[in-house]
């Protein structure tokens, strides 16, 4: 278990696929579920720096997503459908009949996602560069869709890709941040540990989320019927997330705010940990 994070406690439940892993700390206050990205993040590499800043006020599950972190071994897909369930199922073994939801790009979408579905099971939510909000230029879309069925594009490559320290380094600094990073090299071998157990690829949720021709899970469409309060934060040097678009997004959830962060990235939670800590506690104490 981490040494830096007081009071960390970790948790599995079964489910038919395979095992969840849930950490958890904080012992009094609202509960509060944060859900990571896809690819060679997990619980702990996006939120090791949030957990403990809630865990002051609040009860934290950090929840790792099938075949991540340690959600192994997973049979099946995890799709966008069994990804929501997982959501559910995590409150569920927990007892908890409502949480604030903290969801980072693909945990994002899967915050917004539950907002929408399961609106009596979330009081607050905070998306961070939510994916399931965005599309792409025809002839782009259509590569990505053919990227994530080909073995060699979405495995192979990327292995190679990220073969070595410095290769995962670079990646890192030009791929998810926009500025400097306090404990880059911290994070880099955090990447480099979560990709030697088998992370790193493109998740079950990004490739089955692309369609032939169209987005398969465009969330767009029924933002406007959140009711929770919500939080939109977003990097404005995001080359994953265009920040254009969830401005956009922002502005068809009603009474949404958003927080428009200069020089950061995709990773803003892991690129600048004091800003955004304190926006996300700011906001779930109101």
Same mark, same amino acid.
């Given at each position: 278990? +981490?040494?830096?994070?007081?009071?960390?406690? $970790?948790?599995?439940?079964?489910? +038919?696929?395979?095992?969840?892993?849930?950490?958890?700390?904080?012992?009094?206050? #609202?509960?509060?579920? *944060?859900?990571?990205?896809?690819?060679?993040? #997990?619980?702990?590499?996006?939120?090791?720096?949030?957990?403990?800043?809630?865990?002051?006020?609040?009860?934290?599950?950090? /929840?790792?997503? !099938?075949?991540?972190?340690?959600?192994? +071994?997973?049979?099946?897909?995890?799709?966008?459908?069994?990804?929501?369930?997982?959501?559910?199922?995590?409150?569920?073994?927990?007892?908890?009949?409502?949480?604030?939801?903290?969801?980072?790009?693909?945990?994002?979408? *899967?915050?917004?996602?539950?907002?929408? &579905?399961?609106?009596?099971?979330?009081?607050?939510?905070?998306?961070?560069?939510?994916?399931?909000?965005? #599309?792409?230029?025809?002839?782009?879309?259509?590569?990505?869709?053919?990227?994530?069925?080909?073995?060699?594009?979405?495995?192979? /490559?990327?292995?190679?890709?990220? $073969?070595?320290?410095?290769?995962?380094? $670079?990646?890192?600094?030009?791929?998810?941040?926009?500025?400097?990073?306090?404990?880059?090299?911290?994070?880099?071998? &955090?990447?480099?540990?979560?990709?030697?157990?088998?992370?790193?690829?493109?998740?079950?949720?990004?490739?089955?989320?692309?369609? +032939?021709?169209?987005?398969?899970?465009?969330?767009? !469409?029924?933002?406007? &019927?959140?009711?929770?309060?919500?939080?939109?934060?977003?990097?404005?040097?995001?080359?994953?997330?265009?920040?254009?678009?969830?401005?956009?997004? %922002?502005? /068809?959830?009603?009474?949404?705010?958003? &927080? /428009? *962060?200069?020089?950061?990235?995709?990773?803003?939670?892991?690129?600048?940990?004091?800003?955004?800590?304190?926006?996300? %506690?700011?906001?779930?104490?109101?």
């Amino acid at each position: 278990m +981490p040494p830096d994070i007081p009071g960390l406690a $970790s948790r599995y439940f079964e489910a +038919p696929e395979g095992r969840l892993h849930v950490y958890h700390a904080g012992e009094t206050g #609202s509960p509060v579920l *944060l859900l990571s990205g896809a690819g060679a993040d #997990s619980a702990l590499l996006s939120w090791r720096h949030l957990i403990p800043v809630l865990a002051e006020s609040h009860r934290v599950f950090a /929840l790792d997503w !099938p075949k991540q972190g340690r959600s192994r +071994p997973w049979t099946g897909t995890a799709d966008h459908l069994r990804m929501l369930r997982c959501v559910i199922e995590t409150l569920d073994a927990f007892g908890l009949d409502r949480a604030h939801l903290v969801g980072l790009s693909q945990g994002g979408a *899967l915050t917004l996602s539950t907002a929408i &579905e399961h609106p009596d099971r979330v009081d607050r939510i905070v998306a961070l560069a939510p994916a399931g909000i965005i #599309s792409f230029p025809p002839v782009v879309h259509q590569l990505l869709w053919l990227t994530a069925r080909s073995r060699l594009l979405n495995e192979t /490559l990327p292995d190679a890709m990220f $073969s070595s320290r410095e290769r995962v380094a $670079s990646f890192l600094q030009t791929a998810l941040f926009a500025g400097p990073v306090a404990d880059f090299d911290d994070a880099v071998d &955090e990447v480099m540990t979560e990709m030697a157990n088998g992370g790193g690829r493109a998740s079950d949720w990004q490739k089955a989320s692309i369609g +032939p021709c169209r987005m398969n899970v465009d969330l767009r !469409p029924r933002l406007p &019927e959140i009711t929770a309060p919500t939080l939109f934060i977003q990097g404005d040097r995001d080359i994953g997330v265009n920040p254009k678009q969830t401005m956009a997004a %922002a502005r /068809l959830v009603p009474g949404a705010r958003l &927080e /428009l *962060l200069s020089g950061h990235g995709h990773w803003s939670n892991r690129q600048s940990p004091e800003l955004v800590n304190g926006l996300i %506690a700011d906001f779930l104490a109101e």
